[in-house]
């Protein structure tokens, strides 16, 4: 132990040393690709904006891998100032209360201009804590939505995108009398078909403010709407109205070789699939269920944030707030939301991007930021905050495979997956108190 | 006949090396897992609870623990019995081959090198039921393949992944273990007039007997604890519970769910049976071992 804090110390010098007088601040992220070279420039245009600090971003692998080995970091005192945790990690890291920084508290301690109101509450409000303050800084959100083949739609008569399931039904009735095999697939099913589709309705998902309001929070999703709705899908896989493709996004595949017409998948996928298909596609709205709400709400967001970890000088933590204050700039927002394909995080980055005419230039990328800015969030719709939320959903995957490969009705499954999972609330709340 | 060594100290040192990686690599983190297993602690490690069996308890009154547990056993001995059969076949056949030997044995071996999660990729996408060319095939034979809603297609998909990479581990030992055989023994029973199969399995298969039960041992061990790669970028235990064998459980708890108790007591299970499982070969199967 004593030897690798000597040799830690050494690297450190080392590094410092490079840097002449800069603080350095550690930046743990999962962006691989495209998106990883993107977060270098962004630190890079940081960094040469001024010269007291220096953002080293490094690339850690996928998201699970990022936030287990900074938690392994911070178990051995060796954590990064700043790490990137995706959403279904917010519940652990804010239970976590000796081991983060507030974003909210470290703008007012190190004395950065902070307007919180600057940025779009649909999507700030999944790491805002109870009390409506910013706990971490979003970085990437996306949302659920639905794509569609237009020429597939073309070549079976179809005019209009479908709004509602009715319509998916329908649309997809008619795309099979055309010859197409597959009506629609779906990826991330439980973020869709289950979590978003309860926001879409402004149905809870959990008791409690879909566990905003505590610990002692229990799953909900075993009511009217999500049995009708999982039922029906059920029925779907059988007459081919619904292909299942895989608990990922698996599912571009049926999509990009034209089996399905249609895909439910993040909005953040939009530019693989500009990449992928051979074809002219549409994006719109993630479908609601007529008669079951009278306007859509908003949907939940998904996606990673920004936590800042405690453990560090106070000149470091000044240099992590001038960073997410560059962060923030409209021109850097805009530039990221425009080039990656996730949300603005601030009105100012949606306002920009629309002046710059991208929208008008690539139709569909405004898609998302309409369906996630349609009214207030409610209670139902702020988002989720769930422990051990990575098992809850793996749990849900198990219920809905049970029903589409027909082995248990859609009550059922649902019944159990509430049981199980609200299992493993219990356990993180013992383990959390 | 035994060897004594003048001093106490000289056998010490000389095991010295090897004690020292077992006790850093495998005493040390084994103890720390049974260790955990008794501790509620939340991801930070800000807050530790001792909870006595409560960690066990959970599991064992899971029903779906014990499934998980079915499901292990079946996807083991399939991986071990398989590898080992198919392994053996290439390398009766490779020991015949005259030209080109090197070659072919070299080819045999290469999938040892590939990862497991991307061997568990690649076989993903061969039989990926909209594009895969396997899938394609059987769909073309009146098969209809989906293995992200069939569970028994989902195990023969990982069983096939996870076998795979260890047949080139097994063929190097059972060529290894063939060479071994004195030609003329072989020859002695060619001139009683014995076939080649009769002299297989009187003659080779008894003597290779050492070899195949280490690679059963080793099979086991293999599938037990090596494989959460191949079902982790596969099938991620699904459809529903049917690939979730115990080992990926601990994976997923532990490192991804971040649950550590459980994930602890989890490995301390498996530890428990693996062991078993070596003590169960060594007392009866070995017996049929006929060491030279």
Known sequence: MQNLKIASMVVGMSLASSGFAATEVEWWHAMGGANGEKINEIAKGFNDSQDAYVVKPVFKGNYTETMTSAIAAFRAKQQPAIVQVFEVGTASMMAAKGAIYPVHQLMRESGQPFDESAYLSAVTGYYTSSEGKMLSMPFNSSTPVLYYNKDLFEKAGITQAPKTWQEVETTAKKLQSSGVSCGFTTAWQSWVQLENMSARHNVPFATLDNGFGGLKTELAFNGDLQVAHVKKMGEWQQNGIFSYSGRTNDGAAKFYSQECAMFTESSAGYAGIKRNATFDFGVTELPYWEGKVKQPSNTIIGGASLWVLQGHSKEEYKGVASFLTYLSRASVQADWHQFSGYLPITTAAYDLTKGQGFYAANPGTETAVVQMTTGTPTANTKGLRLGNFVQIRGVIDEALESVWSGDVDAQTALNTAVKRGNALLRKFEKAND | ?292
């Open chain 2, 1 to 292: 006949m035994t060897v004594t060594f003048p001093q106490k100290g000289l056998p010490w040192l000389l095991l010295l090396p090897q004690l020292l990686v077992t006790a850093v690599f495998f005493l040390w983190p084994a103890e720390q897992a049974l260790e955990q297993a008794f501790y509620q602690e939340d991801a930070f490690g800000l807050s530790r609870e001792f909870v006595g069996l409560d960690n066990f308890l959970d599991l064992f009154t899971d029903p779906l623990y014990y499934q998980s547990m079915l499901t292990t056993l079946v996807f083991s001995f399939s991986v071990a019995i398989f590898g080992m059969s198919i392994a053996l076949l290439l390398a009766v056949m490779a020991d015949r081959v005259i030209r080109g030997k090197l070659t072919y044995q070299t080819l045999l071996i290469w999938p040892y090198a590939v990862a497991p999660a991307l061997a568990g990729v690649l076989w993903w996408i061969l039989f990926d039921p909209s594009m895969g060319p396997i899938a394609l095939w059987l769909e073309s034979m009146g098969l209809d393949w989906d293995h992200y809603l069939n569970g028994g297609q989902a195990m023969i998909l990982v069983v096939i992944a996870a076998t795979w990479k260890q047949i080139s581990y097994n063929f190097l030992f059972f060529l290894a273990g063939l060479q071994a055989v004195p030609r003329s023994l072989i020859e002695a029973a060619a001139i009683d007039g014995a076939g080649p199969f009769k002299r297989f399995w009187t003659i080779v298969f008894p003597l290779l007997s050492p070899t195949t039960f280490f690679l059963l041992v080793i099979n086991l061990v293999y599938a037990f604890f090596d494989t959460f790669g191949v079902i982790d970028a596969t099938t991620k235990g699904g459809p529903g519970q049917s690939t979730n064998i115990l080992v990926y459980k601990v994976f997923e708890d532990g490192f991804v769910g971040l649950d550590l108790g459980s994930s602890a007591a989890q490995s301390v299970v498996l530890m428990a049976i693996v062991g078993v499982m070596t003590v169960i070969q060594f007392r009866f199967i070995e017996r049929k071992v006929q060491y030279s």
